[in-house]
Every structure is written in C-alpha cells, then in structure tokens.
C-alpha cells in the first residue's frame, strides 16, 4: 500500500508564496503519476497540476498557469508545489493524490493541508 501525507500549507498574504510537499511511503514503486488537487468550500474538488512519476510530463490548471509549478524527488519519494502569486481565490484544501499501474484515476490520497490566501 502506499500513503501520502501533505505539508507546508498555511496562511499567506495575497502575492506570496508557498511550497507544499507530498511525502509518498509504501509500496511507490506502483505509482506512475502524482497530482496536486484542491477544493475550496462549497465548490467541486479540481485538478491543479500533475506530474508523471518517471518521465517529465506535466499538466496545469489554467487558473494556476505561470504561477504554480509541480515537480517531484523520486530518489525521496516526494513530490511538490511551488505556488507564487497566490490569490485569494487559491484559498482551498489542497490535496496531494496519486495514480498507481493499472488505476484508471488517482486512487490515493493524502489527507489535505488548507491554504489561505488574505487580500
């Protein structure tokens, strides 16, 4: 089995900065992809960027576009992301998730960290 536990959210001012971490334990061998989500009160959880485990693939969210960067440490089983320019509508738990062999979608997940961005 694999786990994934999320850190570095926090309370930050409007055009900040925040890095988050994503620590992967287990059996990490059988992922293939990890992905940073994120939801907001009252609205759908959504996809903010992911990254492939092994290859150099990534993928955004227009909303986060030039301003949220994912990557990831294999040889540390971490994954990250660095989010600059943080608005107040960043503001939502955001989740660390990852896409095991064979999964047809992220099937692990970590248990959140809340950001707040204050304007």
């Known amino acids: 089995q694999v786990q994934l536990v999320e850190s570095g959210g926090g309370l930050v001012q409007a055009g900040g900065s925040l890095r988050l971490s994503c620590a992967a334990s287990?059996?990490?061998?059988?992922?293939?992809?990890m992905g940073w989500f994120r939801q907001a009160p009252g609205k759908e959880r959504e996809s903010v960027a992911v990254?492939?485990?092994?290859?150099?693939?990534?993928s955004y969210a227009d909303s986060v576009k030039g301003r949220f960067t994912i990557s990831r440490d294999n040889a540390k089983n971490a994954g990250y992301l660095q989010m600059s320019s943080l608005k107040p509508e960043d503001t939502a738990v955001y989740y660390c998730?990852?896409?095991?062999?064979?999964?047809?979608?992220?099937?692990?997940w970590g248990q959140g960290t809340q950001v707040t961005v204050s304007s």
């Open positions: 990254i492939g485990w092994r290859g150099s693939g990534t």
């Open positions: 287990g059996r990490t061998s059988s992922i293939i992809a």
């Open positions: 998730a990852a896409r095991r062999s064979g999964a047809g979608s992220y099937d692990l």
